[in-house]
Protein backbone atom coordinates (compact mmCIF):
# COMPACT_ATOMS: atom_id res chain seq x y z
CA UNK A 1 0.00 0.00 0.00
CA UNK A 2 3.02 2.36 1.03
CA UNK A 3 6.31 3.01 1.89
CA UNK A 4 7.00 3.77 5.44
CA UNK A 5 9.91 6.32 6.04
CA UNK A 6 12.35 6.40 9.27
CA UNK A 7 14.91 9.11 9.53
CA UNK A 8 17.09 9.60 7.23
CA UNK A 9 14.29 8.67 4.11
CA UNK A 10 13.57 5.59 2.45
CA UNK A 11 16.67 6.11 0.29
CA UNK A 12 18.55 7.25 3.32
CA UNK A 13 19.53 10.63 1.50
CA UNK A 14 18.31 12.54 4.59
CA UNK A 15 21.08 13.53 6.53
CA UNK A 16 20.60 12.92 10.81
CA UNK A 17 17.98 15.36 11.93
CA UNK A 18 16.70 16.50 8.39
CA UNK A 19 13.07 16.75 8.01
CA UNK A 20 11.65 13.85 6.04
CA UNK A 21 8.72 14.50 4.13
CA UNK A 22 5.51 12.13 2.91
CA UNK A 23 5.89 12.00 -0.89
CA UNK A 24 6.00 9.17 -3.89
CA UNK A 25 8.76 7.10 -4.41
CA UNK A 26 10.75 8.06 -7.54
CA UNK A 27 12.32 4.20 -8.29
CA UNK A 28 8.54 2.49 -7.78
CA UNK A 29 6.19 5.03 -8.06
CA UNK A 30 4.42 3.85 -4.58
CA UNK A 31 3.10 6.33 -1.95
CA UNK A 32 5.48 7.17 1.06
CA UNK A 33 4.81 8.60 4.37
CA UNK A 34 6.71 9.80 6.77
CA UNK A 35 7.06 8.34 9.92
CA UNK A 36 10.13 11.15 11.21
CA UNK A 37 8.67 14.21 12.37
CA UNK A 38 5.13 13.33 11.44
CA UNK A 39 1.98 15.30 12.56
CA UNK A 40 -0.48 12.59 12.03
CA UNK A 41 -2.87 10.98 14.14
CA UNK A 42 -2.16 6.95 15.16
CA UNK A 43 -5.78 6.74 12.98
CA UNK A 44 -4.28 8.69 10.33
CA UNK A 45 -0.71 6.72 10.27
CA UNK A 46 -2.52 3.15 10.35
CA UNK A 47 -5.19 3.39 7.67
CA UNK A 48 -4.85 0.92 4.80
CA UNK A 49 -2.51 -1.48 6.93
CA UNK A 50 -3.43 -5.13 6.86
CA UNK A 51 0.52 -6.06 7.80
CA UNK A 52 3.24 -3.93 8.49
CA UNK A 53 6.76 -5.05 7.17
CA UNK A 54 9.72 -3.90 9.23
CA UNK A 55 12.98 -4.11 6.84
CA UNK A 56 15.41 -1.84 8.19
CA UNK A 57 19.21 -2.51 9.01
CA UNK A 58 20.80 -1.70 13.02
CA UNK A 59 23.64 -0.67 13.64
CA UNK A 60 24.07 -2.17 16.89
CA UNK A 61 24.14 0.52 19.00
CA UNK A 62 21.00 2.03 21.65
CA UNK A 63 21.61 5.50 20.64
CA UNK A 64 20.06 4.64 17.19
CA UNK A 65 16.64 5.59 15.49
CA UNK A 66 15.66 2.68 13.48
CA UNK A 67 15.01 0.46 16.61
CA UNK A 68 13.46 3.11 18.29
CA UNK A 69 11.21 3.48 14.67
CA UNK A 70 10.22 -0.13 14.94
CA UNK A 71 9.62 -0.16 18.57
CA UNK A 72 6.67 3.09 18.20
CA UNK A 73 5.22 0.99 14.84
CA UNK A 74 4.96 -2.26 16.94
CA UNK A 75 3.06 -0.13 19.28
CA UNK A 76 0.52 1.40 16.69
CA UNK A 77 0.32 -2.21 14.94
CA UNK A 78 -0.55 -3.61 18.32
CA UNK A 79 -3.46 -0.91 19.19
CA UNK A 80 -4.87 -1.59 15.80
CA UNK A 81 -4.48 -5.49 15.79
CA UNK A 82 -1.92 -5.73 12.78
CA UNK A 83 0.19 -7.81 12.54
CA UNK A 84 4.07 -7.17 12.37
CA UNK A 85 6.65 -8.57 10.65
CA UNK A 86 10.55 -8.13 11.24
CA UNK A 87 12.84 -9.14 8.36
CA UNK A 88 15.93 -9.71 10.70
CA UNK A 89 19.42 -9.37 9.56
CA UNK A 90 22.93 -9.88 11.39
CA UNK A 91 23.74 -7.48 13.94
CA UNK A 92 26.88 -5.56 12.20
CA UNK A 93 29.09 -5.43 15.01
CA UNK A 94 28.42 -8.77 16.32
CA UNK A 95 26.88 -9.53 19.71
CA UNK A 96 29.34 -7.81 21.81
CA UNK A 97 27.59 -5.82 24.92
CA UNK A 98 29.33 -2.60 26.42
CA UNK A 99 28.51 -0.30 28.17
CA UNK A 100 25.58 1.45 30.82
CA UNK A 101 22.12 0.20 30.64
CA UNK A 102 19.44 3.16 29.23
CA UNK A 103 18.03 4.94 32.76
CA UNK A 104 14.28 4.94 31.65
CA UNK A 105 13.87 8.81 32.35
CA UNK A 106 16.58 9.23 29.67
CA UNK A 107 14.77 7.62 26.78
CA UNK A 108 13.97 9.66 23.65
CA UNK A 109 14.20 9.01 19.70
CA UNK A 110 17.78 8.07 19.67
CA UNK A 111 17.65 5.52 22.94
CA UNK A 112 14.39 4.42 24.02
CA UNK A 113 15.11 1.16 25.62
CA UNK A 114 16.90 -0.13 28.77
CA UNK A 115 19.49 -1.46 27.16
CA UNK A 116 23.19 -1.29 27.21
CA UNK A 117 24.88 1.59 24.84
CA UNK A 118 26.08 -2.18 22.22
CA UNK A 119 23.02 -4.17 22.45
CA UNK A 120 24.42 -7.48 21.12
CA UNK A 121 21.15 -7.95 19.25
CA UNK A 122 19.13 -7.71 15.84
CA UNK A 123 16.04 -6.27 15.07
CA UNK A 124 14.20 -9.39 15.66
CA UNK A 125 15.91 -10.17 18.52
CA UNK A 126 15.16 -6.57 20.13
CA UNK A 127 11.37 -7.13 18.37
CA UNK A 128 10.68 -9.71 20.69
CA UNK A 129 12.47 -8.64 23.97
CA UNK A 130 10.60 -5.32 23.96
CA UNK A 131 7.05 -7.13 22.68
CA UNK A 132 7.90 -9.89 26.07
CA UNK A 133 8.41 -7.22 28.29
CA UNK A 134 5.56 -4.80 27.59
CA UNK A 135 8.32 -2.16 26.45
CA UNK A 136 5.26 -1.06 23.13
CA UNK A 137 4.03 1.96 25.19
CA UNK A 138 6.06 4.56 24.09
CA UNK A 139 4.66 7.76 25.04
CA UNK A 140 6.17 11.21 24.41
CA UNK A 141 7.15 11.68 28.18
CA UNK A 142 9.67 11.62 29.96
CA UNK A 143 9.15 8.76 31.87
CA UNK A 144 7.22 5.56 30.77
CA UNK A 145 6.51 2.18 32.18
CA UNK A 146 5.92 -1.17 30.74
CA UNK A 147 2.83 -2.36 29.67
CA UNK A 148 3.01 -6.54 29.63
CA UNK A 149 -0.75 -6.30 28.27
CA UNK A 150 0.31 -4.28 24.96
CA UNK A 151 1.42 -7.00 22.68
CA UNK A 152 1.74 -7.04 18.76
CA UNK A 153 0.94 -10.05 16.56
CA UNK A 154 5.22 -10.64 16.04
CA UNK A 155 6.44 -12.32 13.28
CA UNK A 156 9.88 -12.63 12.69
CA UNK A 157 11.73 -13.62 9.77
CA UNK A 158 15.10 -14.43 10.19
CA UNK A 159 17.94 -14.09 7.89
CA UNK A 160 18.86 -17.55 5.44
CA UNK A 161 21.89 -19.59 6.17
CA UNK A 162 23.28 -16.92 9.14
CA UNK A 163 23.62 -18.46 12.79
CA UNK A 164 24.17 -16.53 16.04
CA UNK A 165 27.76 -17.76 16.62
CA UNK A 166 28.74 -17.17 12.50
CA UNK A 167 31.44 -14.55 12.56
CA UNK A 168 29.48 -11.58 10.46
CA UNK A 169 31.54 -9.62 8.21
CA UNK A 170 30.42 -6.36 6.08
Known amino acids: VCLRSP ?13 VSSGVDLSTGIPIRSLYGTKMTDKEMMEGFDV ?20 RMM ?46 MTMGELAYMANEKGWLNFPSKDTWEPDP ?4 DLTVIKCRNYRRNYHYRL
Open 75 to 120: GKCAKFNIPFIVLDRPNPIGFLTDGTMLDRKFKSGVGGLPIPVAHG
Open 52 to 71: MLFDLQDVGVRFYTYYVTMI
Open 7 to 19: EHGCRGAADAGEH
Open 149 to 152: GLKC
